[in-house]
């Protein structure tokens, strides 16, 4: 247990025993003068009564000392200290020649101990107690009611009336003024202290909010001395970098931000202080990539100045900026296939004229004509290349400029089982290939538009059989989730799942960051329109998309919809969309 937990005012019982020190210390000393006196001078020092006296004030001590360890009261010590003081201070003066004795000061050594552990009108009390004592005992001398015990021959103006009350005078008027000054000092020293204690307090306070703003900031934050060794780093520099700090800590700060712009600086000590923001991409030591945002800035004495600072380090702030620099490469990209989407779309309306016309040409031809077989066989390829063209043209115009929604209430269930039977009855479709659906009868429905949820898993599942070279197993499963987490993307939201498995050639890790991307494809005849409008639908319907591939293994497509509150405007929109369809 430590001395706060036994004293609550650890500094008064820090007072209270230090004035017991030198108070030990003290007699000691004055027992070894003492002695010393009587040796030299026996026949003049009767020291029976100053031995006696002395005694006592050990013995004083040493109950003071088992009061302080049984813990009573320290106020309550100091009052008997003080009082034992007065007393024992009175039996020096009476064992030491009363009026003669030059002990006179010892009752300012007491003002002086009650200034340091009582407050001031205790000390003001004790200086008028003192006072009162002395005079008392050169009154009683005085008139002969006691006799002191003399160390030497007793001086003839001490029995002089006048020399005695000034005497006494003098003594309470220096109790008084040792009283004043040093309870003053006492008090101030107590202003300066409790002014320190509360400016600890708050620096400390600062010091941790300090910490507490380093240590959970989302940045990395690096110190670097003169030379450019790492002195300290946050959590958040240790996570962007993958790098512990007691491995970072006396690096150079180049070595685990291997940057040019830094090297060069730390370098090339001339070189001037790169204040600019600093964007480049890293290689972690795991071997993944991140692209870093980077600012650089003195570590001075003298915050604020920067003239006449003396630099003391350098501070560098980083950030990982790899999904903004993503999302400013996804809005740069989208800019420009808007400006490509404004003009395509008009060219692709322009193609669908004359590609109807030709189609329509060739139908006639065929039907008209009487053609040899070879001859029918190419007219069959240009119809069939033909509505191969014609069906391009439908799927660009539907990513660059999809209709309008108009949700119903889509039994997720029964939608699939359709798109299941319509691949099944298609030219696509083998029958080497294996299309499971077994829902297991719950409730899957949201409000959602009903074809472009169609054309979603029309278009995965097209996808999955490409990819299957038209034999393997394609496996489709719908069930319900209460929340969903994939990357950035996180909800709470209860929706359900729809997964498209496959046992086909699988994606590439460099591939998949650009599979849904327009007009990316790795398919020789393949267009990229499919998974980009996949996407697209998905992100329509506030859903998230994710992908688990493994090349010549398989892919998996997992997405989220979330189910949608049944409110009456919805209602009302799913009527109007049910006329506009004809269905009411």
Not at 62 to 90: E, P
Not at 106 to 128: I, K, N
Not at 521 to 550: F, M, P, W, Y
Not at 571 to 576: M, V
Request: hydrophobic letters at 45%; aromatic letters at 10%; proline letters at 4%.
């Amino acid at each position: 247990m430590n001395l706060i937990e036994k004293f609550p005012d650890k500094e008064l019982y820090l007072r209270i025993k230090t004035i017991l020190l030198l108070r030990t210390v003290f007699l000691t000393g004055f027992v070894i003068s003492v002695y010393f006196f009587h040796q030299h001078f026996p026949y003049r020092t009767p020291v029976v009564p100053l031995s006696l006296t002395l005694a006592l004030a050990y013995l004083f001590c040493i109950v003071y000392a088992v009061l302080l360890k049984i813990k009573i009261n320290l106020f309550l010590v100091s009052f008997l200290q003080v009082a034992g003081d007065l007393l024992v201070t009175a039996g020096i003066l009476f064992s030491t020649g009363g009026i003669e004795s030059p002990f006179s000061v010892l009752y300012s050594l007491v003002v002086v101990a009650t200034s340091v552990m009582l407050p001031r009108a205790a000390t003001y009390l004790v200086a008028s107690l003192a006072g009162i004592s002395y005079g008392l005992l050169l009154d009683l001398e005085y008139y002969d009611v006691i006799q002191p015990i003399y160390l030497f021959a007793k001086s003839p103006v001490s029995n002089e009336g006048g020399y005695v009350f000034y005497i006494i005078f003098l003594n309470i008027v220096s109790y008084y003024a040792v009283a004043f000054l040093s309870s003053l000092l006492s008090h101030r020293l107590n202003l300066i202290k409790e002014q320190l204690l509360l400016t600890s307090s708050n620096l400390e306070k600062l010091q941790a909010f300090h910490k507490d703003v380093v240590q959970n900031m989302e940045n990395g934050l690096l110190t670097a001395d003169l030379n450019g060794r790492i002195i300290s780093m946050n959590p958040a520099a240790g996570r962007i970098l993958n790098q512990p700090e007691n491995e970072a800590l006396g690096k150079a700060c180049f070595e685990i931000l291997p940057i040019p712009t830094l090297q060069k600086f730390f370098l090339k000590h001339g070189a001037h202080l790169p204040t600019d923001y600093i964007e480049e991409t890293l290689t972690r030591n795991d071997g993944s990539q991140i692209h870093l945002g980077v600012k650089m800035s003195r570590l001075t004495s003298r915050p604020g100045l920067h003239a006449d600072a003396e630099t003391q380090g350098y501070i560098v702030v980083f950030e990982d900026v790899t999904l903004v620099k993503e999302m400013k490469d996804k809005m740069t990209q989208a800019e420009q296939l808007a400006v490509v989407g404004r003009f395509s779309a008009g060219l692709a309306h322009e193609i669908r004229n004359p590609l109807a016309s030709i189609s329509g040409s060739i139908q006639v031809l065929k039907k008209d004509l009487n053609l040899e077989e070879p001859n029918r066989t190419l007219m069959d390829i240009v119809l069939k290349e033909t509505q191969r063209l014609n069906r391009i043209v439908s799927d660009f115009l539907h990513f660059a400029n999809p209709r309008k929604d108009r949700p119903i209430l889509v039994d997720m269930a029964e939608l699939v089982r359709e798109v299941v039977s319509l691949l099944k009855n298609s030219s696509e479709y083998q029958s080497s290939l294996d299309v499971q659906f077994q829902p297991d009868g719950g409730e899957y429905s949201i409000h959602t538009d009903e074809q472009q949820i169609k054309q979603l898993v029309w278009n995965l599942c097209l996808n999955a059989m490409q990819a299957m070279d038209f034999s393997g197993s394609l496996k489709i499963d719908l069930h319900a989730a209460e929340n969903f987490q994939h990357g950035a993307f996180k909800t709470s939201r209860p929706g359900l799942l729809l997964t498209v498995e496959d046992s086909g050639c699988g994606i590439s890790p460099a591939s998949l960051k650009t599979i849904f991307d327009p007009f990316f494809t790795t398919k020789e005849n393949g267009v990229g329109l499919g998974l980009a409008r996949v996407k697209q639908i998905v992100e329509h319907n506030e859903g998230c998309i994710k992908i688990d591939s493994e090349v010549d293994k398989g892919t998996r497509f997992t997405i989220y919809f979330p189910r949608h509150r049944e409110e009456p405007e919805l209602e009302q929109e799913a009527l109007a969309a049910g006329e506009d369809r004809g269905i009411i």
